[in-house]
């Protein structure tokens, strides 16, 4: 399809409403000659598929045989994908009105670039989205000296477009000339740290990374994530995805350094409340 503006990669596991809730929130069910829709199933169990086939005839479906985690499904989607840009998104989101618009007009401006969308929790309320690149440094600034925001996700202030380290791997636009110069996402990581590693290296390779709050999607957080492994699997896949990103040495010194800030910070909160 020459000339397409955009394309949409979803990954979804045993997500069935929410999925169908995410696409049609995207017009699924329309024909588009300036965006596609590609969905990465990673062989759910809940009718995900027969409701795809069924309900969005011209969204572009991938069958996994196995569940192959985030980064090596949004790979296999990206593969495939023909637009200029591709949009990454979580299948437990859902776009306001006019998002696409005011993204894509976004992207004509600062091309190539990735660009992060806001994110908001189911009630209206703004959800963190915005990361900067994590380091010992500002793991000890955020859990020692009290600055939050330092080293965990954080949420800028205000209504203005702006440059950032890192943003959300669950709503990220990325066009496709950081994709022809930096890469896929590292199959590695089965789940977290893809996005933080995938804008490490894009701003290593030179490209900029923007946070565009006009640009909303409701997003179920947790939804997606908790269905992809259990709440047991997911701590134990947390664990080799940051050694994978920091190296074992700096995996074990910021741990230890958020640690021992929150067991700090615990005690001064303890012996405050005994005072009072």
């Given amino acids: 399809m020459e000339g397409m503006e955009l394309s949409i990669v979803i990954v979804s596991y045993n997500t069935k409403l929410l999925l169908q809730r995410c696409l049609e929130s995207l017009g699924g069910e329309k024909k588009s000659n300036e965006r596609e829709i590609i969905v990465v199933d990673n062989a759910s169990t809940d009718g995900s598929q027969q409701m795809l086939e069924e309900k969005f005839p011209l969204v572009k479906l991938i069958k996994n045989a196995e569940n192959v985690g985030f980064a090596k499904a949004v790979n296999k989607g990206?593969?495939?994908?023909?637009?200029g840009s591709i949009l990454l998104l979580n299948s437990d989101t859902e776009a306001k009105e006019n998002t696409l618009v005011v993204l894509l007009e976004f992207k004509k401006?600062?091309?190539?670039?990735?660009?992060g969308l806001k994110m908001l929790n189911p009630d209206g309320s703004v959800q963190s989205s915005v990361?900067?690149?994590?380091?010992?440094?500002?793991?000890?600034?955020?859990?020692?000296?009290?600055?939050?925001?330092?080293?965990?996700k954080y949420q800028p202030e205000g209504e203005r477009n702006q440059e950032v380290e890192a943003v959300s791997g669950g709503a990220m636009l990325i066009s496709r000339e950081v994709i022809?110069?930096?890469?896929?996402?590292?199959?590695?990581?089965?789940?977290?740290?893809e996005d933080l590693d995938y804008c490490r290296r894009a701003r290593k390779a030179g490209f900029k990374i923007y946070y565009l709050p006009s640009a909303k999607v409701v997003h179920e957080h947790g939804a997606s994530g908790k269905l992809m492994a259990s709440q047991e699997t997911q701590w134990r896949?947390?664990?080799p995805s940051?050694?994978?990103y920091y190296g074992a040495i700096k995996h074990f010194m910021i741990n230890f350094v958020i640690w021992s800030g929150q067991k700090i910070n615990r005690l001064f909160a303890r012996v405050s409340n005994e005072k009072n």
């Fill in 78 to 83: 990206v593969s495939l994908s023909e637009g």
């Fill in 109 to 115: 401006k600062v091309r190539p670039a990735i660009i």
């Fill in 131 to 152: 990361f900067r690149l994590p380091t010992i440094k500002k793991a000890f600034a955020e859990y020692w000296l009290g600055e939050k925001g330092s080293f965990s």
């Fill in 180 to 193: 022809d110069k930096v890469g896929l996402l590292d199959e590695r990581y089965f789940m977290y740290f």
């Fill in 237 to 239: 896949r947390l664990i």
């Fill in 242 to 244: 940051s050694k994978i």
